[in-house]
Every structure is written in C-alpha cells, then in structure tokens.
C-alpha cells in the first residue's frame, strides 16, 4: 500500500500544476489492487475522466470545492467532497451478487473442464507494480494422488525471476507476490549431480526424506542433468541481436548496461559463429548484417554506437530478426535471436496474446529465442517470460554486469547451446504410498494430461544445466512396504533439430531419509525453495521462516566456487529486515 501511495505521489507530482485540480488513484476495498476504467465525474458539470490501467487520475475541476462521482461496473457508486490540490486515494467497494443457480451451474461446468486448481496458472491475467508487469500466478495446491495421481510439468532452467528478486532487495523495496517463482530461484544455482554417461542426453535423480517446515510432510526432489557439449564441439551460431533502442532504455542500467553485457558475449564468439544486429526503436534497422565472429571489432563498434530514442517497434522488429536468421541458418547449427529489452512493446503488436502467436509462428523456423531482460520500473517481465515460452526459448534478467558474465561466459555454453527441446516431466504417484502431493514452483509451466499427450509443449535444456523439481508429499498413515515406490518419473524430450522423441524412466523408492543427512545439494535447493514461499506469503511455509531458511542454508553451502550461495545468505538478511 506504501508503494501505492508512493506511486501517486510521484505521478501526481510530475504533473503540470494548474490553478484548480485535482488528482489521485482509486483501489479496490477487498484487494487494494488498482482499479482501472472508473468514470470520475464533477457532479453539476461535464468534466469526467477515466482511472488509467494503474488506477490514477488527474482532472480540473470548475471550482476550489467540487463534488466528485466514482462509478464502475460491479463497484458501488462514491461520492466524495474534493478542493483544489488534493490528492485522493478512493476505495470502491465490490457489489456482493447474489448468484444465479443456472450461471453458477455453468461456470462450475467450466472451472472443472479449463481449470483444475492445481493446473489454474497459464493465462491468469496481469499485475501491475508501479509500471512494472508480471503474469498473475497462483500456487499449486494439495492433490489427492487417489483421483490424480500424475503431475505433468515443463522442464526449463530459466533463472530471470532470481536476479529481478535480488534488485528489489538491493534497493530495500518488497518484492512483488508475482515477481517470485520459485523454480527460477532454484535453478538459478549449480548443483553437482553427475552428468549422463557417455551418450545420452539426460540422467535423472531423485532423494525423498522429511520436511525440514512441515515435519508431518515429505520432501522429494527430481533432478534433471543434461549432457555438457565441449567447448571445442560447440556447433557454430547464427545470432541475431534483436536489441531495443526506444527511448525507455536511455538510462544507466538499462542499454549501457546492456551494451557491456553484448560486449561479453561478443568476447566468446569464434570465427565460425557469426553476428547480426538489428536495433529498433520507431522503425527497426539493421545496424550489423551477419558477420564472422573473428571481426570483433566491428561487432563492438556496432554495439557501442548504440543510442537511446523513440517508441518501441516491437513486432516490426521481431519479424525483422527472425528473417535475418531464416536467412542466414546455418544447418545443424545454433540459430538463435536474442532479444535485449525492458519489454516496453508500444507500437504494433502489444498485447502478450498478440506477441505469443507471432512467436510462436517464428519458433516453426528452427529458430530459437533467448529474451534478456533489463531495467526498472517499467520492467515488462510478464512479455519477456510469455515470450520465451513461446518462442522454444530461454528467459534471463540481468541487473549488474556481474550477472551479465555469469550467463555470457561462465555459462556460456549452457546459455546459448540447446541439447533438448519440449522437455517434460511426468510424475505418477503411488496411491498406496502417497495420500497428496504438491509441485513447488512451476505453476505457469503445469499441464493437464489431456493437453500433455502430444508431447509437443515443454521446455528447453542447455548444455550441462540441472534442472530441480521439489513435491511436498504427504504420506499415507499406514507404514508402506519397505520395496513399495513412491512415484514414477519420466522424461520426455526431443534433440533440438530431430522430431523424434524420446524418454527417460526410473522409479522413486517410498522410503524416506532424514532431511538433515542429505546431500548439500538438495538442502540448499530446499532452503531456496522456502525462501520462495516467505517471500509469496505463502499458505505452504508451515513452521518455515528466515531463521529457518539461513540456518539450511548456511550447512549446505558446499564448495560455492563463484560465491553465488554465500550472496544468497546476504539476500536472506535483506528478507528478514524488510519482512519485519
């Protein structure tokens, strides 16, 4: 609420005064979300204005006092006494209906066919934060394993809500509820599970042992580790730099920031791969046709001439991207277009529905997509994600030029090198074993079985990632058999340029191991997760805490060769000074 009332200050503040206004924000009374769309009226007069998607509005008004008339579909109607200067928060209070038996027959109908609540996520609509948006996700509930007993999510390693988390507390601020997913916080980190013996794509693990914050729970975590392509295997890329120069990027974190972090990918470029470079702001340009990965100099140039102005021509320059890669495809190869933005599409395509379809005509070229997110404020993370999923891609946010060289060269391969697409995993629970389950996380990346079985929805994996999956389970009151299995795993994927899909199974034993003799792996992952749910409010966080959280995390911190778990520490620190 804070934040909202900061809002309206500074917005109220950066508009020109004039001698009689009045301006202010209009929320609702249950949520204290804004309320877009209310007709603001000065009765006895003409003048009426309409709160903006934020819930803001400014108004003159004919006299010093005036009475003003707040009215919406589904509100109450408010009447209030303004005077000049003032600056309103309006609360409106939703009309309780009663329901008509037949409508509510018929939308129970339709919650049971489209929205299952453990799979009600994809689609759920957007939230607003200052200007910032995020797709709406709500958390995977309990799921009785008797009537359901699979679980079928999308596997990826995108690690974007992490880094975006991370400036939030830097700067002291609260982080959004739909800012945090909780499988991009874990798999933001390495985990040491061996990779896959020689010839084959993936390997998986699983461990099952008790809940460290719910102790009459389970904890079961399903590991996924992809092959890791050598260095000298790489096959050669076809990038294309799709970077957005519109006016909203002419700040410091943002394409300074972005130039820097280009110029390291650039540094790791070999004389087969090879680079285009499209800019747009108004119109999209070609400011670097395809060229070898040896002329580094050139590529720089392009980069640091650079600048900042005009709208954002994102479709335009999308379609522009996608033809230079169509181009410029190089069999075999690493086709890929890497779009650098703060997700401001304002001219053309705009709405996420609109920029998904043209992706996901684009993904049918073979081409790949990695969206790279920067800035504040009016970060767009909720395009930048709909897009990357669509786009048979990967999805990063880069918030110092220290995260830009953890994705551009440490994890350069992982990055930017594909070894599995429309990765899926699918769980089958023993209902002997298992009386519920929960995923934790993935919740815009869940599918029913019927939309699952053409196998053609799911992630990407690059070279080397590890992708972690955690359910908390809770267990039947009756001791099963010590040979009983908990759960079924199994992997579906296809290689990057092949049609052919393939599978992994393995079976996941029912007996459970105390928490604390586990592998530092699986704790600190466990402890990141926790976080995640301090940090929603979640309902699921049982006895979990901060103290908790650090006190795992601190035991499992391992080798930590980059020093990422011991910054993880200092951002558990910064939870507990803002949560209390």
């Not at 200050?9 to 204290?32: F, K, M, N, Y």
């Not at 007993?149 to 507390?169: C, G, K, M, Q, W």
Request: a positive charge; one cysteine or more; aromatic letters at 8%.
């Amino acid at each position: 609420m804070r934040k909202f009332l900061l809002l309206l200050l500074l917005w109220a503040g950066s508009i020109q005064a004039q001698t009689i206004r009045v301006s202010g924000a209009v929320e609702d009374s249950i949520s204290h979300r804004p309320v877009a769309g209310v007709t603001v009226s000065v009765i006895d007069d003409t003048t009426k204005v309409l709160t903006n998607a934020f819930g803001l509005f400014s108004m003159g008004i004919p006299r010093n006092v005036a009475q003003l008339l707040f009215t919406r579909e589904g509100y109450r109607p408010l009447q209030k006494e303004v005077k000049a200067g003032d600056r309103l928060l309006i609360t409106l209070s939703p009309i309780r209906r009663i329901p008509d038996a037949i409508a509510l027959a018929k939308a129970s109908a339709r919650t049971r066919q489209n929205s299952n609540p453990n799979y009600g996520n994809v689609g759920m609509g957007i939230h607003a934060f200052y200007n910032e948006t995020y797709g709406t996700t709500y958390e995977n509930r309990f799921t009785r394993a008797q009537t359901q007993p699979v679980s079928i999510f999308a596997v990826d390693v995108d690690r974007a809500a992490y880094s975006n988390i991370r400036r939030f507390l830097r700067l002291k601020e609260a982080v959004p509820v739909d800012a945090v997913r909780i499988e991009e916080m874990v798999n933001y980190f390495h985990y040491d599970y061996p990779l896959p013996e020689k010839g084959n794509t993936m390997a998986v693990y699983s461990r099952y042992t008790s809940c460290p914050w719910e102790p009459a729970h389970h904890l079961l975590q399903v590991a996924l580790r992809a092959k890791a392509l050598q260095t000298d295997s790489l096959p050669p890329s076809n990038l294309v730099f799709l970077i957005d120069v519109s006016g909203s990027m002419g700040v410091p974190n943002k394409l300074p920031l972005l130039q820097a972090a280009f110029r390291i990918l650039v540094n790791n470029l070999r004389p087969v791969d090879k680079v285009a470079i499209v800019a747009y702001a108004g119109t999209p340009g070609i400011k670097l046709p395809a060229t070898a990965g040896d002329q580094k100099e050139k590529i720089l140039n392009a980069i640091d001439n650079l600048v900042a102005g005009g709208a954002t021509a994102g479709e335009a320059a999308i379609k522009m991207a996608y033809q230079i890669a169509v181009d410029e495809f190089i069999p075999d190869g690493n086709n890929r277009v890497i779009l650098a933005t703060d997700g401001d599409f304002n001219v053309g395509l705009t709405s996420d529905a609109e920029m998904e379809e043209l992706i996901r005509q684009k993904k049918e070229s073979g081409v790949l997509l990695t969206c790279l997110g920067f800035g504040m404020k009016n970060y767009k993370d909720s395009k930048l994600q709909s897009l990357s999923s669509k786009g048979n891609g990967n999805f990063a946010y880069i918030d110092d030029l220290e995260e830009a060289s953890k994705i551009f060269a440490r994890e350069f391969g992982s990055t930017l090198f594909t070894v599995a697409r429309d990765v899926q995993t699918e769980m089958t629970f023993n209902p002997a074993v298992v009386k519920s389950y929960r995923l934790i996380g993935y919740e815009n990346k869940v599918y029913e079985a019927d939309t699952a079985a053409d196998k053609n929805h799911g992630g990407i994996v690059g070279s080397g990632h590890c992708a972690v999956a955690m359910y908390e389970i809770v267990p039947r009151d009756s001791v099963a058999a010590a040979d009983s299995l908990l759960a079924r795993v199994k992997i579906s994927y296809r290689h990057p340029l092949d049609t052919v899909l393939h599978t992994l199974e393995c079976g996941v034993p029912a007996r459970a191991t105390a928490f604390e003799a586990a592998p530092d792996d699986y704790r600190f992952a466990a402890s990141v997760a926790l976080l995640g749910m301090i940090l929603r409010n979640s309902a699921y966080r049982g006895c979990g805490d901060t103290n908790m959280v650090m006190d795992i995390a601190r035991k499992a911190l391992g080798k930590d060769k980059e020093g990422y778990r011991q910054e993880f520490l200092k951002m558990v620190k910064q939870v507990r000074k803002i949560k209390r």
